[in-house]
């Protein structure tokens, strides 16, 4: 089995111009053959966005709160990562093969690298938006632990980065835009991480009116507590403790690290912050996309 040495932490591929993690890069070919269907259920993101959060969330409305149903397995198991491949896992390829239907997929692919299939079934999809700063602080911390990811050296370089989108996945800016653009012709669920800390009923509400589906109030009422951030942190088969530690080092930093939306400001310096507003101002001009900051 290869494995991940932390000497070895390989440097981002660039496909079509987006700088990607090597071992998922290698993933983009095989998932050309990835056939989508009418009844997939497309959960995008940009990475640290909420969306291990609305996978469990959904996976409990699949079945309709039965917490022992969603103990069957992993997260990455039960929603599989649609364009992961690493070493010694099986890949996300692998995973849809023996995936029951209805499937929930997860991506965080950006548009010029999502299989095109996906666009022609016209799968639902759920986008989680989170707000700029922190995702970059809790995409830090993972590149810290994750260690498909290369050093993330330090917490200043790295903000430089992630504001030139020379991360994982490329700029979060044109991510986040791109896909708002796309849902006012596709099928797609908008949705900001800060809603769901501020009224996660109100939000899980949305998501089952999106599905089509219903559940009784103390149902959504006992999904709201089980997907809270308290009770995934402590659940083995939501918090990838079960990942191996070579590939993901929670001593370093947890998966469920903090699970607050304003954390950026411990992090942050002042001027850090002005150079990041400025540049912000720029980069999201003309986008009606309005994030919180903090609650
Ligand atoms: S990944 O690796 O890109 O799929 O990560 P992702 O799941 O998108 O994002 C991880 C961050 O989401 C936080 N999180 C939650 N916040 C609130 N409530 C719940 N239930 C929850 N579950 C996960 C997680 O702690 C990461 O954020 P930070 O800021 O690092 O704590």
Sequence with gaps: MEKIQEDNRPPLEYVKGIPIIKYFAEALGPLQSFQARPDDLL?????????????????????????EKCRRAPIFIRVPFLEFKGPGI?????????????????THLPLALLPQTLLDQKVKTIYVARNAKDVAVSYYHFYRMAKVHPDPGTWDSFLEKFMAGE???????????????LSHTHPILYLFYEDMKENPKREIQKILEFLGRSLPEETVDHIVHQTSFKEMKKNSMSNYIT???????????AFMRKGIAGDWKNTFTVAQNERFDADYAVQMAGCSLQFRMEL
């Design 43 to 67: 959960i995008s993101t940009y990475p640290k966005s909420g969306t291990t959060w609305v996978s469990e969330i959904v996976d409990m409305i699949y079945q309709k709160g039965d917490v």
């Design 90 to 106: 099986p890949s996300g390829m692998e995973v849809l093969q023996v995936t029951p239907v209805p499937r929930i997929i997860k």
């Design 167 to 181: 991360v994982s996945y490329g700029s979060w800016y044109h991510h986040v835009q791109e896909w708002e653009k």
């Design 243 to 253: 990942v191996p530690t070579d590939l993901m080092d929670q001593s370093i930093s």
